[in-house]
């Protein structure tokens, strides 16, 4: 599979967040800048800059290049650590994000894509991986169990497919996922959810007059 065929890693988490976004990103190439993208870009200016760090025996790369090509995906860690374990050392990938953990499991999906990664890259397994969030300040571990590796490969297959039709799904408004959205205004889901089809409007209309 050639390198612009590969699905960058932050469309599975946007492809979970919300399909919609996932399109008008990655099939309609939009984009728009906001406080909440601009705090997260900010968050990871130190895990943006390449290099390796060595410290209490801890291996740290930062920026690492990430591919599976048998999987179809790419992209870029945040933070790999490499601790010493009985067949060597062991990576974990850490993913940075701005503002909480999450009820869904976008965030933990891009993060397991990530493992699948260094797993094909380095022929080795990686059991778990972590995310750092900004307003808690802490990290949370994440186990890259059987059910989240399925939820993975499935979302990776849909955000495929979603790819190939190169279809926008409809907008649908959803005050606390849509409110906070940085495409809001590119998205537009007050307007487009209101719109009615022309025979759902001839039945309204007939409804009224009788």
Known sequence: MDDED?????????YLYCPRQCALIHVERLWAESRHTAEGRLMHDRA????VEVRHGVRTDTSMPLSAPELGIAGVAD???????EAGLVPRPVEYKRGKPKAHRADEVQLCAQALCLESMLRCSVPEG??????TRRRQCVVFDEALRALTLDTIQAVRRMLNESRTPKAVYEAKRCDTCS??????PHELTRRMSVRDWL???TAEES
Do not use: N
């Not at 933070?79 to 374990?85: D, L, P």
């Open 6 to 14: 590969l699905i960058p890693l932050s469309a599975l988490q946007h």
């Open 48 to 51: 943006d800059t390449a290099g």
């Open 79 to 85: 933070i790999v650590e490499f601790r010493k374990g």
């Open 130 to 135: 972590a995310l750092f969030y900004g307003k």
């Open 183 to 188: 495409l809001l205004e590119l998205c537009r």
């Open 203 to 205: 039945l309204q209309q």
